[in-house]
């Protein structure tokens, strides 16, 4: 029994002592310059590599100080900067015959950056080209398969040139490619964590490489976000008033000119209006895109907004800008449940009179949607039919006609229509014609400011069918007989009215002194 330990413990003196001395015998160092040359010439950049060490427990040569050059158009300072770099190599080729089988290539926490270019550009486009000049041909990719590339506990740092904007960085990045190979299509995870608290997987197949520009590579797979915050990130300027926590999950394939694009986000918290405040409950929004890569736009074919039962769809085309992303797009929204649509308006900054609720009816929309998508322009018409402003007594808060009758239990409206104009300037509304059965019916034009102000010149016209529109036409009656005929048919074209303050607390006036006129 006691011999057979001494096998085994001197089998281990021999495993431990090969594993020591090797590498004395190995001189990885020497490889340096070689492998330097290669990879520079693979990639089509100038690779450098620090002291190169060798670990048979591993079966790596270890780089120390690893940088890779970038795109000069772009920038002098490296592309890719890690302080180590693993080459999987089989060993007993390295050993033997100081040949150099590459198996796997590790990337161990390396700092990325990426730049935009305004031309639409990135400072990877460049990656894989082995042309000297534009007018050279580039000679062709090398058939070189690795059993795995991997980038370990990485950070990128997302830039645009010139700068606009805070850089946007990707950090915990990890990056697995499984049989890497120039010239095939080969399978890929990427995953990150986000500004913000967000996170990002991209899970697909990539590839062959385009030598034209890297960032045309085919590829198809699933993207996911999670949690992303684009105020937190940085991505949008809290000023905007577009803030959302956003998950996406989506269905992406390139072929190297058109990507497409389908899939649905869920946005939590969402405002989209200086004024708006956040939806109470999530908003899901399907949709589906194709962007054409060398034109830099692409159309939207449809998104549908879906909030409870209710679905509003728009679709048109965007064109991306140095500026940033221009939309042409066109919602049509027709006879919508109002109902379900209420929990919504707080995000478009839509504001109702405090204590008021509407209840029941439509609404019907059909607008153009124009501009830059973090400043839009909204045109066109807007109605509302046979609905209830509940909580909010019109009759008693109109001022200057002191014996007007009240509307009990809220205003009814049998219709409002206007055509609406907003910009980030300022929001109007013109040919604006209301009925509200208890009183009568009004026409004119307004504005909306930024802020939230009022100012509406109305002409209304008031019933005499219902209570509250007999007591007003009498006291109108009972003034004309002693203010005379000129009252009596300035009054017959409708009573001046002004809206100023807030939609949560309207002033509405009756302007008696302009019937004098």
Known sequence: MRKHWIKIVAALVVIIAVLVITPFFVNADSFRPMIQAKISTAIGRQVTLGHLG??????????????????????????????????????????????????????????????????????????????????????????????????????????????????????????SVKQFSFVRSVPMQLTASLPGSGSL??????????????????????????????????????????????????????????????????????????????????????FAATDDLDARAGKITDIAIHTGSVSVHAAGDYHLTPQGILLNMHLNAPGLPIDELEALLPAFGIQLPSGSQLRGGTLSANLAITGPATATSIAGPVEIDNTLLAGFDLGSKLQGLNLFGKTNGGTQIQVIRTTVNSTPQSTSFSG?????????????????????????????????????????????????GFLGSRFQKNTSNGIPLTITGTAKDPVIRANMGAMFR
């Open 54 to 175: 060798f670990s048979l427990l591993s079966g790596s040569l270890i780089a120390k100080d690893i940088a890779i050059s970038d795109d000069p158009a772009f920038s002098t300072a490296p592309f890719l900067q890690a302080h180590e770099l693993y080459i999987g190599v089989e060993v007993m080729p390295l050993l033997l015959h100081h040949q150099i089988r590459v198996t796997r290539i590790t990337v161990d926490s390396p700092s990325i950056q990426i730049i935009h270019a305004a031309t639409g550009k990135w400072n990877f486009s460049s990656l894989g080209s082995t042309s000297s000049t534009a007018s050279s041909k580039p000679t062709a990719l090398p058939d070189l398969t690795v059993g795995e590339l991997q980038i370990k506990n990485g950070t990128a740092t997302l830039t645009s040139l010139p700068a606009t904007g805070r850089p946007f960085v990707y950090s915990n990045l990890n990056l």
């Open 201 to 286: 997987s991209l899970n697909g197949e990539a590839g062959p490489l385009s030598q034209k520009d890297a960032a045309d590579t085919p590829f198809k797979g699933t993207l996911q976000l999670r949690s992303f915050n684009p105020v937190a990130a940085g991505v949008l300027d809290p000023s905007q008033g577009i803030a959302m926590v956003a998950d996406a999950d989506a269905q992406v394939s390139s072929d190297g000119d058109n990507l497409k694009a389908n899939g649905k986000v869920v946005a939590s918290h969402l405002q989209l209006a200086r004024t708006g405040s956040p939806a109470p409950r999530p908003v899901q929004l399907d």
């Open 432 to 480: 604006i014609y209301g009925n509200l059965p208890q009183i009568g019916s009004a026409t004119g034009n307004g504005t909306i400011t930024p802020s939230g102000s009022l100012n509406f010149q109305m002409q209304a016209k008031i019933t005499s069918s219902n209570a509250a529109g007999a007591v007003a036409n009498q006291a109108i009656n009972v003034l004309g």
